[in-house]
């Protein structure tokens, strides 16, 4: 049996953490698509949630989304009955986003299987490691719990 090529880029910590990223980011989306949601949708309903009611451009700034982008988004999360956006009420000029009580069951659902499936991507560490796993990862990640 030949050995994998390219042994001393793969075993580059960026390298393994970029594996690790793309195989969670994978079992997220199958996740959410069986809730018919996808990774963004998903990110941009939570967002709401947190700080709703949320102007549309700080919530775009919130979740580091193109403005274009964030539009198609929020059109589909609307469309979809999850969220609904109103005047602001601190600057009526501009929209204020909002869950709707469908959008936060759909939350519900959406965070219960992600949380299943990153308990599949670290299924095989014990939990004392998963422990020292996450926190090493919080302190090279330079974030304190941020969403990504």
């Keep these: 049996m030949t050995e994998a090529p390219l042994p001393a880029i793969r075993s580059l910590p960026s390298w393994l953490l970029g594996r690790a990223a793309a195989r969670g980011r994978a079992l997220v989306a199958e996740a959410l698509a069986a809730e018919d949601m996808r990774m963004w949708h998903h990110v941009v309903l939570s967002a709401v949630r ?18 274009k982008d964030l539009v198609g988004i929020l059109n589909d999360l609307q ?35 992600a949380r299943e499936a990153n308990d599949v991507l670290l299924a095989p560490l014990p939990v004392a490691e998963r422990e020292r796993f996450l926190g090493l990862l919080t302190r090279i990640s330079g974030t304190r719990g941020e969403a990504g």
């Design 50 to 67: 947190d700080l709703a009611p949320v102007a549309q451009a700080d919530l775009g700034r919130s979740v580091g989304l193109d403005p």
């Design 79 to 113: 469309s979809a009955g999850l969220v609904v956006r109103a005047p602001d009420p601190k600057d009526r000029r501009k929209n204020a986003v909002s869950l709707t009580e469908a959008g936060e069951r759909k939350l519900v659902r959406c965070e219960k299987a």
